[in-house]
């Protein structure tokens, strides 16, 4: 499978060598540039790894690696200078998954790639007994939230995947904006009308992503529900 991955190294060299090897093994690569915002690009990316430098401009990596993890579960590895042991401590308490010191072979950070890949998305991760909502052929795995149908993926928010979880599981029921409401907020007291109209309209085109359309039915006044217009024998 081929997979996304985030390079957020403020050495442009070492980056396009990482990106570089990345491509090589057949996995798309994005290098972040804009180190003031690097929650923003992985929003827009929705990698399924990040490779983390340490020493950024403003802000740490263990402080972007803190703001990924209210975001996502995919793993992160710390790529650094640093090999003093309280560091490498600190990367993992911080939410990291590995660490890997400067200079490094690039062999064995595509070793501890697979690694990590495998354990999350591979055979690793079936046979730990990962959580998954499967309907017609199109599977849920809510926690690296991503959604499969075939050879395609889509990565998913967590507020798309409790969205996408409360479908499945009901397909093709109806499900009432209240249990909607539930699936999303712990309060949904003060949240506005129109924010599970807009994350409808976000699940929709993620599912548009993997050639599902018209499928999310907006039943007026009362809910939604999803037909499984794709069917479990799709090529």
Known sequence: MRYKLMIVEDDAKIARLLQSHLEKY??????????????????????????????????????????????????????????????????????????????????IVMAKIRSQLRRVYGDYATATGERSVECSGLILYPERMELQLADRSVALTPRETALMEALMKRAPRLVSRETMLEALWDDYTYVDDNALSVNVTRVRRKLAELGIADSLETVRGTGYRLNTTWGADRP
């Not at 057949?26 to 923003?40: I, Q, T």
């Not at 401009?57 to 703001?67: A, H, N, S, T």
């Not at 003093?84 to 600190?90: A, G, I, L, S, T």
């Open 26 to 107: 057949g996995h798309e690569a994005v290098v972040v540039e804009d180190f003031e915002d690097v929650l923003g690009a992985f929003k827009a990316h929705r990698p399924h790894m990040v490779l983390l430098d340490i020493n950024l401009p403003r802000f740490d990596g263990f402080y972007w690696c803190r703001q990924l993890r209210t975001e996502s579960t995919c793993p992160i590895l710390f790529l650094s200078a640093r090999s003093d042991e309280p560091d490498q401590v600190r990367a993992i308490e911080n939410g990291g998954d590995d660490y890997l010191t400067k200079p490094f072979s690039y062999e």
